[in-house]
């Protein structure tokens, strides 16, 4: 691995826990952020002909604290805040920016929750996470939403502006708002898996990349909250979901539905981790929540060997269960859908039918998809074609359009008569 990409890496590693502690110390994270880019860029400039240093966290942290301290001095009502930084960081001790970063857990912690604060829109919550707790670039992260860098960066920056203005202070939840507050950081976490694990968008329909930061800050989140069982609750299932990645498109990138995965190539490690997160969710002694019971459903088609051998009885009661504390028409659709395998496709559609005139789910093109799979079954074949084609002109992806429209035309063709 050559030096730049060394540093890139490092600094996916290392920036959201400098912001964290700059943040602290100075009260304000956008300020936090671009003294810790200025750290980055310096790395970049020095690092190639000097080396990578023995401590590169350490460098990184010491070098943003300076020139912390060299903005301070330029302002003049930073002159004390100045002085107080200067005096913490004693260049007699040079493992002073190490032992900064000891307190980081806090610091992250609190980093997060600023990240997805209320007074920031949803969207933003979303783009400000991946840059200062995930530590991607503006332009990765307008790539993984398909929208010009331009926009996302301003995205970005109105969102820091907006916890300025508001004067949102560096400081965690107090214990009342802290459910609540935690409640918004998962949703956020949860965003980012979901848009990799079936893409609303774009020519790619799992994007791993994505994926893969949503579990890595679930995985921080756990570490910093060990009580909580709905964080792993999450974790379990985003690992759970993504261990079918290997087998949820073909050569072509076409979707597999799961009755035709093939398990055995299902990653195994990712089963594991994920089924030990949910039995610490669980073993909590807490109610379940949402994501655990969404993650204990994953964990039924997990443990099945085949399709056949799932518990679909369970998987029905673990929706019907979700369906009270978290109602919605997405989950009575997946539990029409559990249905359709545990007490047939006249049961499953009958819940199906009852959210017609739910608005929701006129613009949301796997009802249609279930539905004409439903009417298919019960061999209402010129209903199912037309549901299949409603659903393939809202597809938001073509892979999902194509297979929509392939099983349109074929059920088209069976019901011509032979000749």
Known sequence: MDVRRSIEALWRIESPR??????????????????????????????????????????????????????????????????????????RAPDAAEQALDRIPDDLLTLV?????????????????????????TDEIARAFL?????????????KRTLSEARVPFEPPPAEELPARVGAVLKVIYLVFNEGYAATSGDQWV?????????????????????????????????????????????????????????????????THGLAMLDRATGLGRPLGPYTLQAAIAGYHARAVTFADTDWAGIVALYDALGQLAPSPVVELNRAVALLHSDGPETALAVVDSLLDDRRMARYHLFGAVRGDL???????AEAAEQL??????????????????????????RRPDR
């Open 147 to 159: 929208v010009p860098s331009a926009t996302l960066g301003q995205r970005v920056s109105r969102a």
């Open 113 to 137: 929750f600023i990240a997805c604060h209320p007074v920031l829109a949803p969207e933003s919550r979303v783009a400000l996470t991946l840059r200062l707790v995930a530590g991607l670039t």
């Open 18 to 91: 400098i912001i964290a502690t700059l943040a602290r110390q100075i009260g304000d994270v956008a300020v936090a952020e671009d003294l810790a880019s200025e750290a980055f860029v310096a790395a970049l400039e020095q690092w190639p002909s000097d080396g990578v240093p023995p401590r590169p966290g350490a460098w990184l942290m010491s070098t943003a604290r300076h020139k912390a301290i060299d903005r301070a001095r330029r302002e003049e009502t930073g002159r004390r805040k100045a002085a107080l930084m200067a005096a913490d960081l004693d260049d």
């Open 207 to 271: 994007r791993r990349d994505l994926a893969q930061e949503a579990m890595r800050l679930g995985r921080v989140l756990a570490g910093l909250l060990p009580r909580e069982p709905e964080v792993f609750g999450l974790v379990a299932l985003m690992e759970l979901q993504a261990s079918r990645f290997p087998t949820r498109t073909d050569a072509d990138g076409a979707p597999v539905l799961l009755e035709h995965q093939d398990r055995r190539r299902w990653d195994r490690t990712l089963i």
């Open 389 to 414: 084609e409603r659903a393939a002109e809202l597809a938001p992806t073509r892979h999902e359009r194509r297979l929509l429209l392939e099983r349109m035309t074929t059920t088209l063709a069976e």
């Open 375 to 381: 009417l298919l079954r019960l061999g209402r074949n």
